[in-house]
């Protein structure tokens, strides 16, 4: 049992390695599609049918590409830099619940890899961590432009968790728990979290952009101003794993706006066509996944409409909006469970 | 002031729905939803082409008279009228029994242009008195070779056979010129 129990989650570990590495490659792919789109222009459309193996081409293009480690850097906090960016970005999937448990054989299968009962903890700190990828990586370059970059990828990322930290504060009053696995499954039948926490969602979002280092809040990579930001010095694949994080990273945030506030596996009314337990389970990934695309789809459309902030504006925007915005909302929440007794 | 374009700067205070920026965002998002379903504006050369124009300046060529022999005399007013430099020749005299190859007594052993100096301004074919040159609709095709950009007679001379049609290029003006009287040699 033991055994079966260990090789299950290693088997559920690696596809989810899988899938995410996948649909952050894939990614790469949409958002030139969809920035081509949104510009009136065709994207690439030469590797493939529609362009659909460039990812590979882009993947063996940095493969192939001369690594250089300039000799005034910190050689292994050079390295490590991109590691932890990678490995961060990776880790966060495991809390994240994709469907209800899946029963075969009598036995439950839960399609989530561990529902600690701190998930929305464990999330933050490992994207805290994050930070850490940045800050090493643009430390050890011995450069000017990527210590720039990395200082302001700091600065923004913990200015913006403060006021993340603090709308999540407010879902939590009201869901009464912090395990992911909970909070989805008390949205079942259209019980979204967005109806009742609109001005958290907003936060959250826009802080999922900033801890993203997407636009309007890439200023950590402003290529106008900082060359190339906190990876200017990197190349070959370590170039290719900081920008793969990102993706990697807003695959992730999409999975967790998702879950957080729009039900995560869960689809209103689905419930009175099938009754199937095993496919309801399915059903849900595939919702949550549909859910996903069109959160990571957002992400780019953001990005291809909205201008880069200034960087003062940024740090306004975060601490003198975000933050008595997000402490309104707790308030309101907080009145709201008094007077509804909810 | 010329243009009555200037315009004061205000600095106007927001409004408050312009300061919690949210319309903004959407109408932009609205805005960028729009152009993601319009018609994209690339065109994705070697399977589309685009539409050129009747009398497109493209790849030039050297004509032959009815008879199959080469108009150019080898005066070199196209090379020196061009602009870019393009032209190259060698003249050479027309010996007995070419009368069928060489229209005059004096011909271009060898004629190059060099594609990759060449603007297609059309100034040669302006130039030349014997109408030899013209410029067609047909696009020099990309080599990855600087050598085969400069063409030489094989390339640009047309085939008696298979002459290029070059009426497009001939405008009205060309024709009632042509009707002169004095030009007749020229036919
Ligand atoms: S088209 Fe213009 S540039 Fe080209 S060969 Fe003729 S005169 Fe020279
Ligand atoms: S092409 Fe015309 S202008 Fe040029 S050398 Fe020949 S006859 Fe003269």
Redesign the pocket.
């Known amino acids: 049992m033991v055994g079966g129990y260990i090789i299950y989650k290693s088997i559920m570990v690696v596809l989810i390695f899988l899938i995410g590495l996948g649909i952050a490659a894939y990614s790469t792919y949409a958002e030139r599609k969809v920035a081509a789109f949104l510009q009136d222009r065709l994207g690439p459309n030469k590797a493939g049918p529609y362009g659909l193996l460039q990812p590979i081409a882009d993947g063996v293009k940095m493969f192939m590409k001369e690594e250089i480690i300039p000799d005034v850097s910190n050689k292994f906090l050079f390295i490590l830099g991109p590691c932890i960016a990678m490995l961060t970005a990776c880790m966060t999937g495991v809390v994240i619940p994709w469907s209800t448990p899946i029963i075969f054989n009598g036995v439950s299968y839960p399609l989530q890899i561990t529902d600690i009962n701190i998930g929305i903890l464990y999330v933050f700190g490992v994207v805290s961590i994050g930070v850490y990828g940045i800050m090493i990586g643009g430390w050890a370059s011995n450069n000017k432009f990527s210590l720039l970059g990395a200082l302001r990828a700091s600065a923004q990322m913990i200015s913006y968790e403060i006021a993340m930290g603090l709308s999540i504060i407010a879902l939590v009053m009201m869901t009464g728990t912090i395990s992911l696995g909970e909070i989805a499954a008390q949205q079942s039948g259209g019980n979204w979290n967005i109806f009742y926490q609109p001005l958290g969602f907003l936060i959250f979002i826009t802080c999922a952009f900033a801890e993203c280092n997407r636009t309007p809040f890439d200023l950590p990579e402003c290529e106008t101003e900082l060359v190339g930001g906190y990876h200017t010095e990197y190349s070959s694949m370590k170039l290719g794993f900081y920008l793969f994080a990102e993706y990697v990273n807003m695959f992730i945030s999409s999975a967790i706006i998702s879950t957080l506030y729009f039900g995560g596996y869960n689809m209103p009314f689905i419930g009175r066509f099938v009754t199937d337990p095993n496919m309801l389970s399915i059903l849900g990934v595939v919702f949550l996944f549909g859910k996903i695309f069109f959160f990571i789809f957002f992400f780019m459309w953001i990005r291809w409409t909205i201008p880069r902030f200034r960087y003062d504006q940024l740090m306004h925007l975060g601490w003198k909006i975000f933050i008595p915005l997000s402490i309104l909302n707790i308030i309101l929440t907080g009145a709201g469970i008094l007077f509804f007794n909810k | 002031m010329l243009t009555n374009r200037s315009k004061v700067v205000v600095n106007k205070q927001m409004t408050f729905m312009e300061r919690i920026y949210l319309p903004a965002v959407i109408g932009g998002l609205i805005t960028t939803m729009k152009h993601f379903f319009r018609k994209k504006t690339t065109i994705d050369y070697p399977k589309e082409k685009r539409e050129i124009s009747e009398n497109y300046?493209g790849q030039?060529v050297l004509k032959v008279d009815e008879k199959g022999a080469e108009r150019c005399t080898a005066c070199g007013l196209?090379a020196v009228?061009?602009?870019?430099?393009?032209?190259t020749m060698t003249a050479a005299e027309r010996k007995k029994g070419e009368e069928n190859k060489y229209r005059e007594e004096k011909y271009a052993a060898v004629y190059e242009?060099n594609m990759l100096?060449?603007?297609?301004?059309?100034?040669?074919?302006e130039?030349c008195p014997k109408e030899a040159?013209f410029?067609t609709d047909r696009l020099v095709p990309v080599s990855g070779n600087r050598d085969e950009m400069i063409y030489g007679k094989d390339k640009l001379t047309e085939k008696s056979f298979n002459q290029v049609d070059i009426s497009k290029r001939q405008t009205p003006e060309v024709l009632a010129f042509k009707q002169q009287k004095q030009y007749q040699h020229n036919k």
């Open positions: 300046r030039h196209c009228s061009c602009p870019a430099e393009a032209i242009i100096r060449c603007i297609f301004c059309g100034l040669c074919e130039a040159i410029l």
